[in-house]
């Protein structure tokens, strides 16, 4: 599997990562490194191999499905780069 | 006494009992260490005045008795975890300015155990990285020096290791996704434990990967791991992955007798190309092992040699949906945008400025194997062979094997920028020892057992059973005093 600057493009944007076009040959030559050396996992038998879960098996608890914190708008602003009226800002999102 | 800073957990507690000394003492000779040592870049954020308060605090508490060992032993927490009111960035600029609201569980249970910090410690990004080399802070540098160059002090535990070394703190916090704890400490001279996969808390830890992340110790010896780490572990109901299992007295379980158990020898593990001195610190190891009554087998882990790439689709895919957060709305740094952006180019540049190559590499890299169409291919392939990965060592275990003996890392410290033009595949090699036990979710630990040719220290890892804590830390015990290792490095900073 090769990945052209196209794919590299299509990558940087579902991860809302801006990449320069100028930038975009040279993230492609790395990903071909990675994905060439994960290319070994080919050689593995996986047949009828479950996909693993949980590392350590266990049952998650269970606990009611109840409000069990809350009340701290001011917490919860207090990092936030923009914020107004109790709320978070952000650019005009719908036109 | 004299150089309060170089005292080992065990001896600061146990002279803070007899009243030899204070907490307020021992944190100001380790305060006043850390001034004279920013050549190492280990602190990123120093917090005096907290650590005098608390000092104080615990002096008070040890002066009405019944204070936990901890109480007054002054510490260094890694930047990975939220600390309340004291920045904590992950060594990333996208968290530039972030104050937590709230404290991390591990970090909870240390200062209500009455431990003091001294301050955050350096790391690679996000903990993504062998050679702390990308910090937004800059590098963290290896106390030893045995030539002009400056030395990595191994990654993402950086700051940590190079923080213990160099008794600027008695003992740290690590956290290991891949070795990050156990590469650095080998890297050092010091000793570092990864628990069990669900052994620590990961609340408040800012997350990588989370199936493979834990936290734990990183101290002057394996007393002080089993001390420190005692601390750290139990269960949280904040955390749906800690486990809710009694944690033992592990210091008490250090007798140093290991006769009648079976230590493994994985044959997967001589790598081609490995060099003399790992292959004779090994040898060597396990002569120790041997002489001191354990039983030893040859074994085999044969999915070894698919660790690595296995690593390199898992966490990449866990981080660029854990990374996914930083989105510059709720928390840390937002880029400037320009007229007529709308919120996906806010997104964009945030990201983009905010996060240092290597996070955007592996974010990306994530990204894609997670995507439609590849997903079967990278992603669920990648957990299949983990699930073999793990088999491997079930088997073992199966066998009667109580722990496993290999190397800690494939080289000695190499020079802050020597693998700057590497492929990035170079660097993920650093972790070929480490990360079956991440994959695999067992407890490993890192101990000094010599130096190498050029006078650098160098680390052999013991692999346990899950929850067998107690035990691996006790064969670490055995191991630790059969080595006699006390080299320091020699101050130059």
């Known amino acids: 599997m090769s990945i052209d600057t196209e794919t590299a493009r299509r990558v940087a944007k579902l991860a809302r990562i801006k990449v320069e076009d100028d930038a975009l040959p040279a993230l492609a030559q790395e990903f071909n490194d990675i994905l060439g050396f994960i290319e070994q996992l080919n050689e593995v038998d996986v047949e009828g191999i479950e996909p693993m879960t949980s590392v350590t098996p266990m049952r998650l608890k269970r606990r009611k499905d109840g409000v069990t914190d809350g009340n701290q708008q001011d917490k919860i602003l207090a990092n936030a780069p923009d914020a107004r009226e109790g709320f978070f800002a952000v650019p005009k999102v719908v036109e | ?493």
């Open chain 2, 1 to 493: 006494m004299s150089d309060l800073n170089k005292l080992k957990l065990a001896e600061a507690r146990d002279a803070l009992r007899k009243g030899d000394v204070t907490s307020v003492e021992l944190t100001e000779a380790c305060l006043s260490a850390i001034e004279g040592a920013d050549a190492l870049g280990a602190y990123v954020h120093k917090t005096p005045e907290i650590a005098i308060d608390m000092a104080k605090a615990a002096d008070a508490r040890i002066k009405a008795g019944d204070a936990p060992d901890l109480c007054g032993l002054p510490l260094g927490i890694k930047d990975l975890f939220c600390t309340k009111g004291v920045a904590s960035q992950a060594a990333s600029r996208i968290l530039e300015g972030f104050k937590p609201e709230y404290e991390s569980t591990v970090t909870t249970q240390l200062f209500d155990a009455g431990a003091v910090m001294l301050g955050k410690l350096n790391m690679d990004e996000f903990a993504m990285g062998s050679s702390n080399e990308t910090s937004v802070y800059g590098n963290a540098v290896n106390p030893w020096k045995v030539d002009d160059r400056q030395l990595t002090p191994g990654g993402s535990s950086g700051g940590s290791a190079s923080a213990v070394a160099a008794d600027l703190c008695l003992a740290a916090t690590g956290t290991d996704t891949g070795g990050s704890i156990r590469q650095p400490a080998a890297f050092t001279g010091i000793t570092g434990i990864k628990p069990t996969y669900g052994r620590c808390s990961r609340w408040g830890i800012v997350a990588f990967a989370s199936s493979l992340d834990q936290a734990g110790p990183m101290t002057k010896d394996v007393r002080d791991a089993a001390i420190m780490l005692e601390a750290m572990c139990g269960h949280d109901p904040k955390d749906s992955t800690s486990a809710d299992l009694a944690v033992p007295n592990f210091e008490a379980m250090l007798t140093g007798d290991i006769k009648g158990k079976t230590i493994g020898i994985p044959k997967e593990y001589h790598m081609d190309g490995m060099p003399a001195e790992i292959e004779k610190l090994w040898a060597d190891g396990t002569e120790m092992l041997k002489a001191a009554g354990a039983k030893i087998v040859d074994i085999s882990l044969p999915h070894t040699k698919y660790a690595l790439p296995t690593y390199y689709v898992i966490a990449p895919a866990e981080a660029s949906s854990n990374l996914a957060r930083y989105d510059g709305v709720r928390y840390g740094r937002r880029a400037q945008i320009g007229k007529g952006d709308g919120i996906t180019e806010m997104y964009e540049k945030t990201r983009a400025e905010g996060f240092g190559h290597e996070v955007q590499r592996r974010v990306m890299v994530g990204t894609y194997v997670l995507s439609a169409g590849f997903y079967d291919a990278y992603y669920n392939r990648a957990r299949k062979v983990r699930t073999l990965i793990k088999k491997d060592f079930e088997d073992v275990f199966a066998q009667g094997v109580d722990a496993i003996l290999t190397p800690a890392t494939p080289s000695a410290a190499f020079g802050l920028g020597e693998m700057q033009n590497a492929d990035p595949v170079q660097m993920y090699l650093n972790d070929v020892f480490t990360v079956t036990v991440n994959l695999a979710g067992l407890p490993g630990i890192s101990v000094p057992t010599g130096l190498g040719s050029t006078g650098l220290p160098l680390g052999l890892q013991l692999i346990g059973r899950p929850w067998e804590e107690g035990d691996l830390l006790n064969t670490a015990y055995a191991l630790e005093q059969a080595a006699g290792f006390v080299a320091k490095p020699e101050k130059w900073w």
